[in-house]
């Protein structure tokens, strides 16, 4: 009988569930063998938020939410032995680590912290990211500057007995790598075995995604208790066979669907999914429902990982602002289309050039257009709706400019249409994203201990 080891992930987002990851940690505590649980907490832009509060506290910085998940399983996972991996170190590992330690010198003080370091560009001594990056200096500073790292930091910080292992932006995928790496003692140049531990990876990384939660669609898949979803596990064995199972007695379903629709997630290129520790084809993978929500996955084929990393940036520099009325009644559809009229002609007044996004909330909104033909053809069809909203959204340089056409959307109280109410106004600075390739050979990741 070859080995087998249980990787389960309790977090897909930064404000997923806390109460669904203890009730996988309680389910990992009750089965035997080599367990780990991973914490996935970051999303692309959120590394800058993160920056933001490190600047205005030191102590801050790491994921927000990161104890709401950490402490409820402390206690479960330790007495049995079952090591936590998670990026929610975010922008401050450091931070996170201490207080952790903190809440469990008197419990466990022979307990071992790890901090996966190197991935965070703006801690270099020199601004070494200024060679891939180009920023308009003028007008874009950068909050954050990352690199997605690979599981080698996880897999060293868990054979020097760590027990739990903060990192900042490592790639999702990889939180499983290295705990599959270690549990099983696959070599990182072992490209099939990279793209078995991947591919768990990936099907972990989005949490009850893969257990039923994206894939629930009333009439058409249904879900068993989407209340109470099950988060997944990982079943992975020495010989790299892969199963796909979750937290037992909670709802939510593991079946070829909802594998293959999470198999296929933000994968641009099924045949070259690049990530930093294998290029992972899925052009022969294969599925199948082994029942009693269990999926087995094969005919995973890997490729050497790629000799870049990719890099990513949090810029500042422009300021986002969104107004919402609404309109509602006999007549509140064309009231709503003629408010739309309205605050296109000010706007241009206003402000030529600026290209609001004006939405008008279950009529044309997700998929709506700048030029509003989506919402032509859909006002053609006469909708008989009568609630309607109204939303504005825009982005400029000019904080003053962008208050001053909100202010627009407010006016419409007393300048028509009739009946609008309920404005809403929210300003706030915009962060956007950059993205870049960097040789992997600058990028070199550090422990610390804590």
């Not at 201490?98 to 020199?126: F, M, N, S, W």
Request: hydrophobic content about 40%.
């Amino acid at each position: 009988m070859t080995k087998t080891i249980l990787v389960g992930c309790g977090a897909g987002f930064a404000n997923d569930r806390p109460d669904a990851a203890l009730r996988l940690a309680q389910d990992l505590a009750q089965r035997t063998g080599q367990r780990y649980i991973m914490l996935e907490l970051l999303a692309e832009r959120t590394l800058a938020e993160a920056q933001l509060r490190k600047g205005v506290d030191p102590l801050a910085g790491y994921a927000s939410r990161l104890f709401d998940f950490l402490e409820p399983i402390l206690d479960v996972c330790i007495e049995a032995g079952i090591p936590i991996i998670t990026n929610g170190g975010a922008a401050n590992p450091r931070a996170a680590a201490q207080r952790l330690r903190d809440i469990l010198a008197g419990r466990y003080p022979a307990l071992k912290i790890a901090c996966v370091l190197g991935d965070d560009l703006l801690e270099e001594p020199t601004a070494r990211y200024d060679r891939w990056l180009s920023l308009d200096p003028a007008g874009q500073a950068p909050i954050s500057v990352n690199v997605y790292t690979g599981a080698d930091g996880i897999v060293t910080a868990l054979a020097e007995g760590a027990g739990i292992v903060l990192c900042g932006r490592v790639a999702d995928p990889s939180l499983a790598v290295g705990a599959i790496r270690h549990g099983l003692g696959w070599a990182a140049d072992d490209w099939q075995k990279m793209a078995v531990a991947t591919a768990a990876g990936h099907l972990l990384e989005c949490c009850t995604q893969v257990t039923g939660g994206y894939f629930a669609h009333p009439g058409m898949k249904e879900i068993p208790d989407p209340a109470n979803l099950g988060c997944p596990i990982a079943e992975v064995h020495q010989d790299g066979r892969l199963i796909i199972g979750k937290t037992r007695h909670c709802g939510g379903r593991v079946s070829e669907q909802t594998v293959k629709e999470q198999l296929l997630y933000e994968v641009h290129d099924p045949r070259r999914y690049l990530t930093p520790d294998v290029v992972l084809d899925l052009g022969q993978a294969r599925v199948h429902d082994l029942g009693e929500d269990r999926v087995e996955i094969s005919g995973l084929l890997g490729h050497r990982r790629p000799d870049t990393l990719k890099g990513l940036a949090g810029v500042r520099g422009l300021w986002f602002g969104e107004a919402e009325i609404s309109y509602a009644g006999p007549g509140a559809v064309p009231r709503a289309a003629l408010a739309r009229e309205i605050l296109l002609q000010r706007f241009d007044r206003l402000a030529p050039g600026v290209e609001p996004w004006i939405d008008l909330s279950g009529i044309a909104s997700l998929f709506n257009d700048h030029a509003g033909r989506y919402l032509q053809q859909r006002l053609a069809q006469a909708p008989a709706l009568e609630d309607v909203r109204v939303r504005v959204g825009l982005t400029h340089t000019d904080r003053s400019l962008v208050e001053t056409l909100l202010a627009e959307v407010e006016s419409l109280y007393t300048n028509g249409p009739a009946g609008g109410g309920g404005v809403r106004r929210h300003l706030t600075e915009a962060v956007t994203t950059r993205s870049f390739l960097l040789p992997r050979s600058e990028i070199h990741t550090t422990l610390e201990w804590y």
